[in-house]
């Protein structure tokens, strides 16, 4: 069985995959766009909590356990969850701004965590750019030998940007800053509400012109590397359909928790389904009346998305963005909308191009 | 490729991950960011890759899980699991305990 198929078991029977946990809403950088809701109020989670939650989670045979924030480096037990997390088995991912991420800590990370992979925000090719970001100056600077220090420590690193009205000017810059650092650079063309659903961050929405030189480099950039992967690398059932009645696995395969122990369908979707202050995740997991009520919304949200035509994929729908966005995790929002319509532009643009090379 | 007997011990890589889904198993090499899949007796051998169980066991224990339903004899299941050790070892999945590791 392809490992497509085996995630559409679990979407479908409801088999918990991926976990992302936020550790704390602190932070050592002030990102203006970030979508944390920093008024949230509660008792968080102590150290002995985690170590019973991912208990369970190890219970629920869960393998990918991301630990995020906020800056999870900012968490106080941040090694020693991290390393229990390595102890029970999972595939263990950080997402780290990478301000803090150097000396001592970058290496106990590797030899206590040993994470599969470290993803760190990149907010722009230049300091000003950057720092005009993360409200932080030097930031930039320090984030560039930290990467370099992480590198050097054998720690793999992957590069996370979103793109907005400030950085989109310097789009390829960022790339090529990327490639010289030898390091995956994704970048997220839409900018979402703030999780209390505060719109502030959608002032630095980029332009359409903006999603659409992304998008048009990242397919020239995708063709390049298409070109070199061979064969033998790709498996044999990649590209048989795989069948499936939900259109994502938020709260059938996934979910996400808050410092404060509020447990939600994913990182994107704020719906509140349980509390881990009053209830096991296995309880949650299989009697929430929230999560049933998710799992049939992601059910409904492919016939959304199915209504839309053979190119319906291509507006990415997110319900959880549909919900920050409008309140209805199933009304397709503008930014979805956009997003298709451009990468039409960019798919007939590649359609027209030759199939050999011109000799002249 | 790595020699594998019935009182070889083998245990799973360090950077190996690996859950069951349907019986299943996705397995992830941490160091060379590799998916893989395997089958349900794929994911019963990780189990018993414990470190301490030498493959003999395996085949006991495989023998008495499969054998019975599949018309399947001792014999056959040896052969099989043996192959697949070593092709994990080769694949590095597994790895062989060694008189060090012990001390």
Partial sequence: MSLARLMATAWRQNLLVSVLVELTYRCNLDCFFCYNDLSLKGEPLSREQYFRFFDELRDLEVLHLALSGGEPLAHPDFLALGARARELGFVVRIKSNGHALRGELARRIRDEIDPFLVEVSLHGATAATHDRQTRVPGSFERLLANLAEVRALGLRVKLNSTLTAWNEGEIEAMFALADTLGLPLQVDPEVTPRDDGGREPLAVTPSRDGVLRLFRLQTERGRASDAIIPASARSADENVPVPTDKHCGAGSSGLAVDPFGNIYPCVQWRWPVGNLHSQSLRQIWQGAAGLAAVRELTTRAKGVVESHGPRGFLLNFCPGAAAAHTGDPLAVYPAALQRRELLEQVLAAEARRPLLPVVR | ?103
């Fill in chain 2, 1 to 103: 490729m790595t020699d594998i007997h019935p009182s070889t011990v083998l245990r799973r890589r360090p950077d190996v991950r690996y859950r069951r889904i349907e019986g299943e198993a996705v397995v992830l090499r941490q160091s060379a960011a590799e998916v893989l899949v395997l089958n349900g007796v794929g994911a019963d051998v990780l189990d018993l890759a414990d470190g301490r169980r030498p493959v003999g066991e395996w085949i006991d224990v495989l023998a008495r899980e499969y054998g019975a339903d599949r018309e399947v004899d001792r014999e056959t299941v040896m052969r099989d699991v043996l192959d697949f050790a070593a092709e994990a070892a080769a694949a590095g999945l597994l790895e062989p305990v060694t008189a060090e590791d012990d001390g």
